[in-house]
């Protein structure tokens, strides 16, 4: 049986697909716009609109195909070498959920550039990986500091009519937690976001917004959840394979 022929006969009722070695799974919800995220597991997530029908996922899949590998056997690569964290010229990190590579050279000034999957570092020591990494990390932040107020002020405006009311926004490193909200109203957000995929920082981000009204995790701050992000528990479930 062909590939073409195999894909003929998916129906939608499946969640689990396969287009040439391309194992992925399709997930439906009131998104507007198709995307595609690769986890660390190595697994493929597609999110489509309602209605969206197979033979359109195949075809976008299908053109996606080369990022799809690339990104999905860099993870297993980093899996079999544990070569991540020397902080090398050549090795991968994750901006935006993107693979990047690092592109380390010598400077008497310190510079951090995000560019079409380069992050270029310089630096006076090129082989010091703790001041590599200490300049990553301010690279990282800075970025955070940019992105981060914007999606937050974007989340707030989107759902105005929940009438959400932070009174302020910290960005810096948080261990165990991507996020956290006081009693007084300040949102907390972790510089590590800014590894990931878009859709997790506005996972977070409307989670810890749904705190200045509930702060809990009772059935009414869930309630509150699944109305301003109805895919929480597939996101939530996806953002567990990323440890920080």
């Not at 439906?28 to 359109?56: A, E, F, Q, W």
């Not at 990282?140 to 926004?169: C, H, W």
Request: charged share 30%.
């Amino acid at each position: 049986m062909t590939a073409n022929h195999s894909q003929s006969l998916m129906s939608k009722d499946q969640r689990t697909h396969q287009i040439q070695d391309i194992e992925f799974e399709v997930i439906y919800s009131r998104r507007r716009t198709l995307g595609i995220s690769v986890l660390p597991d190595s697994s493929v997530i597609v999110r489509v609109p309602y209605l969206t029908s197979i033979k359109t996922i195949n075809r976008i899949v299908q053109q996606k195909a080369a990022w799809i590998i690339k990104h999905r056997d860099s993870y297993k690569e980093k899996e079999k070498s544990k070569l991540n964290g020397m902080y090398v010229t050549g090795e991968t990190h994750l901006f935006r959920g993107n693979e990047s590579v690092l592109k380390i050279e010598k400077s008497s000034k310190a510079y951090v550039r995000f560019y079409e999957g380069t992050i270029e570092l310089g630096l006076d020591k090129t082989d010091d990986a703790r001041a590599i990494k200490w300049l990553l990390y301010q690279g990282y932040k800075n970025e955070a500091l940019i992105v981060f107020p914007d999606m937050l002020s974007n989340a707030v405006k989107k759902y105005e009519n929940q009438m959400f009311r932070p009174t302020g926004l910290v960005i810096r490193t948080m261990k165990r937690r991507w996020g956290g909200c006081s009693n007084k109203g300040i949102i907390t957000l972790s510089t590590e976001l800014i590894k990931l995929p878009d859709i997790y920082i506005e996972y977070v981000i409307l989670h810890e917004l749904c705190h200045l009204k509930h702060h809990n995790h009772g059935r009414e701050y869930y309630r509150l959840l699944s109305e301003v992000f109805p895919d929480y528990k597939q996101v939530r479930k996806e953002l567990r394979k990323y440890i920080q």
